[in-house]
C-alpha cells in the first residue's frame, strides 16, 4: 500500500472533502442523495481498513470477534457502507466507536447501534443527546438509539480481534469530545478531526475546541506514536507519522506568525489584508478559507474577544 505521498492534495479533492464535514453541521444532512457517491475500500494494516465515501473516514478492525468500526459517516450511507463492510468479512458489527459528535461521524450511530455497542468520550453522548449549534445551525437531539451507551472520561481499552484497541480523549482539539482509537497490534492509529490531511483544521469552538489544544493533543500523540505507525485521519488520504508531524507543525508555524501580528498591535482587518498566513495558503479549502482560518485563529489568541475590524 502507497503512502500518502505529500501533505498536500489537490484543490478540487480538498474541497470535496471539507464540503462532507460542513454539510454535515445542518440538519439536512441526512436528507443528502447518496445515491452517486461511491465507497472506497483500503487496506492500512493488520486487520485494520479503511473506508471513504461520504463523510469522515471509517476505520474498520475485522477479526474472529467481529466488526469494530470507528465513525459512521451519514444514516444515508449506511447501506454503502454495509455493502463494503460485507466484502471484507461476513461477521457482525460488534462494536461503534465515535471520534466526536458531528454528523458525518454519528450520522449512522441509530443504525449500526442496531447491531454493535456504541463507545465515545461522554461529551459526545452529552452534545447528541442535547443538540448543538455549529455556525448557526442548529443541530436537534439525537435519536435515543443513537445516542452511545458506553462512554469514557480518559480513556478505555476493548480487547478484541486480538489486540489491544485504546481509545484516548484528546482534550479541546476539533471539539470537547475528541478521541483517537490505537489499534496497538496493527500500528494504526485513527485521529478523527484531530487531523484533516491536507487542508486547515475545522475548530468547533462553539463546542469546545481550541488550535492550542489540537496542537497539544498532536503533540502528546506524535511523542508516544511508533515511527512505522499508520494514521488515519477524519478527512482525507492515509498517512504515517512524518505527514502527522506536517500537520502539527504547519499548525505551529500559524500560530507564531498570528501572535507576532497580534503582539505588533496588527487589527483583524489589517491580517486579512496581509494575507498573513499566506505561507499555508495551500491548506485552505471552499469551508476554511485563508480568511476563515485567520479570523478563527487571531480572535482565538486574542482570548476570545471580538476584535475592531
Do not use: C
Amino acid at each position: 500500500m502507497a503512502l500518502a505521498r505529500s501533505f498536500t492534495i489537490s484543490a478540487m479533492r480538498k474541497t470535496l472533502v471539507i464540503l462532507s464535514a460542513f454539510v454535515a453541521l445542518s440538519a439536512f444532512a441526512q436528507e443528502r442523495d447518496f445515491s452517486k457517491v461511491q465507497m472506497k475500500v483500503v487496506k492500512v494494516a493488520g486487520n485494520v481498513y479503511m473506508l471513504q465515501g461520504a463523510g469522515g473516514n471509517i476505520g474498520v478492525s475485522v477479526g474472529d470477534d467481529g466488526i469494530v468500526i470507528v465513525d459512521d459517516q451519514f444514516a444515508g450511507m449506511a447501506p454503502k457502507i454495509k455493502e463494503a463492510l460485507k466484502a471484507i468479512t461476513t461477521k457482525p458489527v460488534k462494536y461503534v466507536i465515535n471520534t466526536h459528535y458531528h454528523g458525518d461521524h454519528t450520522g449512522g450511530n441509530e443504525i449500526f447501534g442496531r447491531e454493535g455497542t456504541i463507545i465515545a468520550h461522554e461529551n459526545v453522548r452529552k452534545r447528541l443527546e442535547s443538540g448543538t449549534t455549529v455556525h448557526g445551525n442548529k443541530n436537534p437531539p439525537a435519536a435515543k438509539g443513537a445516542l452511545p451507551v458506553i462512554t469514557f472520561n480518559d480513556r478505555a481499552t476493548i480487547h478484541v480481534n486480538g489486540e489491544d484497541v485504546r481509545l484516548i480523549h484528546l482534550p479541546h482539539g476539533h471539539t470537547d469530545g475528541d478521541a483517537m482509537v490505537e489499534f496497538t497490534k496493527s500500528n494504526v492509529v485513527h485521529m478523527g478531526d484531530d487531523f484533516f490531511n491536507g487542508t486547515f483544521p475545522f475548530i468547533d469552538r462553539e463546542n469546545g475546541g481550541s488550535i492550542k489544544g489540537l496542537i497539544a493533543n498532536l503533540d502528546v500523540v506524535l511523542a508516544k506514536m511508533d515511527n512505522g505507525a499508520m494514521v488515519i485521519p477524519g478527512h482525507g488520504p492515509i498517512a504515517n507519522k512524518p505527514v502527522l508531524e506536517g500537520f502539527r507543525d504547519a499548525l505551529k508555524g500559524t500560530v507564531a506568525i498570528m501572535n507576532e501580528a497580534i503582539q505588533a498591535g496588527k487589527r483583524l482587518e489589517q491580517v486579512k489584508q496581509e494575507k498573513t498566513l499566506v505561507a499555508w495558503e495551500h491548506l485552505a479549502s471552499e469551508f476554511v478559507t485563508l480568511e476563515i482560518y485567520e479570523e478563527g485563529l487571531y480572535k482565538e489568541l486574542k482570548g476570545g474577544a471580538s476584535p475592531t475590524k
